[in-house]
């Protein structure tokens, strides 16, 4: 068991802190991967009666929350894609010619 372990450590791939990206910048590409890649880790620990149960668990975790991350990225889109339509129409409704003004001569 030993020797799984070190060989997982060993593929792990170390982030200085000041390599890690800001969060308000991280895309979510970027973190749909790495839910991916550590449900992969996850699952090359090796099976045994004690690690089943947090292995589970953890691989559950995992599921609900890249779920979530799905949903919120869908309400983003569509939010994203109402707000296009809306502005769309107010643009080209802003854009329409001005009738010409009506003006009635009045003759003296």
């Known amino acids: 068991m ?12 170390t982030i200085a ?14 973190l749909l991967k790495e839910l991916t890649r550590i449900r992969e880790l ?6 045994t009666l004690e690690t089943s149960l947090p ?10 929350l890249e779920e979530q991350l799905r949903y919120l990225l869908r309400l983003h889109a569509a939010g994203q894609k109402a707000f296009a339509v809306r502005n769309v129409h107010t643009t ?4 329409a010619p001005a009738p010409e003004p009506r003006i009635l001569r009045i003759r003296a």
């Not at 030993?2 to 791939?13: D, E, L």
């Not at 292995?55 to 609900?64: E, P, S, Y």
């Not at 080209?92 to 854009?95: L, V, W």
């Open 92 to 95: 080209t409704t802003a854009a």
């Open 55 to 64: 292995q589970n668990t953890v691989l559950d975790a995992l599921w609900r």
């Open 17 to 30: 802190p000041e390599q890690l990206p800001d969060p308000w910048l991280v895309d979510s590409v970027y």
């Open 2 to 13: 030993q020797r799984a372990t070190n060989k997982v450590r060993r593929q792990m791939k």
């Open 42 to 47: 996850t699952l090359q620990i090796p099976l």
